[in-house]
């Protein structure tokens, strides 16, 4: 069945410092993907998303690229804030839902 | 403002009293879906409704019941609750013509069955 899979947390960065969280999925056919961020006490909200090969989703100086011939959609940041600390979760469309990864933590210090 | 409410927020209950978690979306969303969260499991699909009387398991759909009778309410039914219930509930909706795969998330319900 359709599966992704994240990088364990948590993910420890000193702001500005440059941000990779490793995503790879597994599926049948070309869904599109996504990535989820939820902050404390919050749910979850739209990140970015790429709906087909070789697209390049942004938002809030985070970008991810849907690699075909990995099966990978890699969310990074070059220069990260404290306020970026929050869980993310990488996500693929997958028959009526969301299938979602475990999240990965992120903890920016000043 | 676009919102999905959920209520209660927090609710701390015992082995067997049925619960209803209620969420109720602004939006005129036609699908809407239940998540649980568990630590190290992600989020999982409970139930999820296409529209008014059209409601469908996810992959985790043992001991819950839900109800889709108006557009904007998708109600979360615990007949009885059992320990292995207690997780982060989430309701979510979207808009599957123009935003295929954009959920909307409630703030979640921390469910505590003891």
């Known amino acids: 069945g359709n599966s992704v899979t994240q990088m364990e947390g948590p993910v420890t960065l000193s702001e500005e410092a440059f941000l990779t969280i490793n995503c790879t999925y597994t599926?049948?056919?070309?869904?599109?993907l996504f990535w989820y961020v939820q902050y404390p006490g919050e749910g979850l909200q739209l990140l970015l998303k790429?709906?087909?090969?070789?697209d390049k989703g942004s938002n809030k100086g985070f970008e991810a690229t849907y690699r075909k011939e990995t099966t990978s959609f890699h969310l990074e940041k070059g220069s990260v804030q404290v306020s970026d600390s929050a869980v993310y979760f990488c996500a693929l469309s997958s028959f009526q839902k969301l299938v979602f990864g475990t999240g990965t933590r992120l903890l920016v210090s000043p | 403002e676009a919102q999905v409410t959920q209520n209660p927020r927090y609710l701390i209950t015992v082995t067997g009293k049925k619960l209803t978690v209620t969420c109720s979306q602004n939006m005129n969303h036609e699908y809407m879906s239940w998540y649980r969260q568990d630590p190290g499991l992600g989020l999982r699909q409970i139930y999820y409704?296409?529209?008014?009387?059209?409601?469908d398991k996810g992959d985790v759909p043992e001991g819950y019941k839900v109800s889709r009778k108006e557009k904007r309410n998708f109600p979360l039914i615990l007949e009885s609750p059992s320990p292995n219930q207690t997780s982060l509930y989430f309701c979510?909706?979207?808009?599957?013509?123009?935003?295929?795969?954009?959920?909307?998330f409630g703030e979640g319900s921390r469910l505590t069955v003891l």
């Open positions: 409704s296409m529209n008014v009387e059209v409601t």
């Open positions: 599926a049948t056919g070309y869904p599109s």
């Open positions: 790429a709906t087909k090969a070789d």
């Open positions: 979510a909706s979207n808009d599957r013509q123009m935003r295929p795969g954009e959920l909307f």
